[in-house]
């Protein structure tokens, strides 16, 4: 078996030839956004296309949001679309891209594609932890608007992956929980982000491809929620 025919028998629930790693048998293409958005690891403020600032310092393994009450995006929740601006997904460069995809041999191996920042993830970017947090439970009618919008983004951004490089796999991240508990009561996560990423999910499989979800946290709460979104794999179990 190649590493893709044996990653698709332990998906399938058929013997494989050996149990590993699902990762060796993806390539992972440069995502253009994620490119556009890294910033240089230089220690000093940089925001994002969302306007999230991010620091990368020198030496770190990556970079992060470094969020403040003073540069935080969305300073009030109930008027958040004051503060919101989408970034435009045109003219984004997908040469790199396209020449790791063509240099693939698809029976060998899986082309995937990292899908950073999901609808919490976001949130959090541009509301900062603490305050998307206590949103999710006092404004649940405004989250829902807001994540609506980013969910729109999401799924424009996953058609124009299908029309331009056609991965095989979504690799879709979301933290939602730590190591410890899930961040939102399950009820409220299913209330507000389950029905978004549904139609996340939807747009995925209706573009032929593999929601392979990024949570490497505790999940057992919305384990059963996940496998009824469509979610294929979770990477990252704890």
């Known amino acids: 078996m190649t590493p893709r025919e044996n990653a698709i028998a332990v ?7 050996y149990y590993g ?13 994620l490119m556009r958005d890294i910033p240089p690891q230089d220690g000093k403020i940089h925001p994002d296309s969302w306007g999230v600032p991010y620091v990368w310092k020198p030496g770190a393994p990556g970079a992060h949001p470094y969020i403040t009450p003073d540069n935080v995006v ?22 790199p891209a396209q020449k790791v995809a063509k240099g693939v041999d698809r029976k060998e191996k899986f082309v995937g594609i990292m ?29 829902k608007e807001l994540l609506s919008v980013i969910k729109d983004f ?3 951004y996953i058609r124009q992956m299908a029309e331009k490089v056609h991965p095989d796999i ?7 929980g730590s190591k410890q508990n899930v961040f939102l009561p ?5 209330n507000i982000i389950k029905p978004l990423q549904q139609e996340i999910s939807d747009a995925i499989h209706d573009c032929g491809m593999i929601y392979m979800h990024h949570a490497d946290c505790i999940c057992q709460p919305l384990v059963t929620a996940m496998v009824a979104l469509g979610i294929a794999i979770w990477q990252g179990v704890i």
């Open 74 to 95: 969305i300073k009030d929740i109930e008027n958040w679309d004051r503060y919101v601006n989408v970034p435009s997904l045109e003219n984004l460069d997908w040469g």
């Open 170 to 176: 979504i690799f879709y991240h979301d933290d939602w």
């Open 154 to 156: 999401k799924i424009a």
């Open 115 to 143: 899908f950073g920042g999901g609808l919490f993830e976001r949130s959090h970017f541009l509301l900062g932890m603490e305050n998307a947090l206590m949103d999710y439970l006092e404004y649940p009618d405004e989250m």
């Open 11 to 17: 998906y399938n629930r058929e013997p494989p030839d």
């Open 21 to 33: 790693d699902l990762m060796d048998a993806i390539v992972l293409l440069p995502d253009p956004v």
């Open 186 to 190: 399950p009820a409220v996560w299913r």
